[in-house]
């Protein structure tokens, strides 16, 4: 039984290094199989890699672009306030002028610059930065010359104007492109406008020779005041509006001319539709100065002051105004009340006034010029990029 065991022994103290050897070798013979393979693996992702084809026309691209914007989908203006109405209204004792003001808030000179990416030579996305300078205009206005008789008249003037300058819009776009391959090609882009920035600002001057304003601020009937006693108030005043978030929609067509390799220039029709409700109403400037004999009796019978020298001296309910749903009897205003009794109100608290909304949409005729950077890529690519893999594959070799 030892003789055996000792045999066994010998056998295995004898196998055991030619078997671990044959392992050895087998396992050496895999490993530069494998490593073979790797070399081969490395090999062919990095001629993969190397002989994908990249889209035609992916890459990077920035423009800048100028032009001229007008009003589009023009609405009828108006003026939030009753004292000066919606309307353009001219009239004499011998002329009547009504007319409606169409137009938006928008319109006016813009600068742009945008960049974006090609996922080839077909789609693509971009953001575009504009800054756009919409001119003062009308909103409404009342000029009227009515002859009371015996000598007497009653005349009323009051227009407002509004402006945004400048206004700040940010705007992302899928892009869609298509080029003859040679000079010519067309662009379209259709996406959000989102405002970002800009502040309405509104100037509004009031000549009363009639007591409307005080009588309409009062919510009194309107009763010309100058067929009892003269009668003189000079309003005006500046306020900025503070704006609720909106977006809208931004679309586009350019025809685009190829200037160099990776130079375009463009021709461009834009448009921008959206709508803007004020949130609440702040008065910059603000002054107030009414004469006649009939102060101390109007003065007994509201508590709006008459005679207001500059904004420091305004009380907070006519210096900031809050639009809100809608006006019920527990609404801190006056112009909506009925008959002779003057609904009590607190001065110190903004007045309230129904919600509005304003359209505020361009037509943008524009100008610009488009630099691609494809062609730079390849470049970089061929030249610094494929060159790094080869030499970090070569490495990974030895």
Known sequence: MKRNILIISAILLFAAPVF????????????????????DVSESKLKIRKNVT???GKGWFMYGSAGYGIPFLSTNKFSPFKEIGNKDWYQTPNSLNV???????????????????????YIGIDILHTLSFHAEQL??????????????????????????MPAIYLNPHLVMHWDNGKRFGVTGKAGLCMPMGGTPV???????????????????????????ADFSSEYTATAKSKLKPTIGLSASIAFDVRLFKNVWAFAEIRVQAFTISPKETEFTEFSLKTE????????????????????????????????????TEE?????????????????NKPMEEPAVKYNASTL????????????????RRAAKVIPKREAKAAKKNK
């Open 20 to 39: 671990a050897q044959k392992k050895k070798a087998k396992t050496m013979s895999l490993s530069s199989t494998v490593g073979d393979n790797k070399v």
């Open 54 to 56: 990249r889209p035609e």
């Open 99 to 121: 007319k409606s003001i169409f137009g938006t808030l928008g319109g006016g000179w813009q600068a742009s610059i945008g960049w974006g990416h090609m996922f080839n030579k």
């Open 139 to 164: 909103d409404a206005r009342i000029n009227t010359d009515i002859d009371l008789g015996g000598g007497k008249r009653a005349s009323y003037f009051a227009e407002e104007y509004t402006k945004i």
């Open 202 to 228: 509104t100037r509004a001057k009031i000549i009363d020779k009639s007591g409307r304003l005080v009588q309409t601020l009062a919510g009194l009937p309107v009763i010309p005041l100058t067929a009892l």
């Open 292 to 327: 006649s004999p009939l102060l101390p009796i109007i003065s007994a019978l509201t508590p709006l002051p008459l005679n207001v020298a500059n904004i420091n001296e305004t009380p907070v309910y006519l210096k900031h105004f809050v639009y809100v749903k809608e006006i």
């Open 331 to 347: 609404s801190n205003t006056m112009r909506y009340s009925s008959g002779l009794s003057l609904k009590e109100i607190d001065m």
């Open 364 to 379: 943008y005729f524009n100008a610009g010029v488009r630099m691609n950077f494809t062609q730079n890529w390849e470049k």
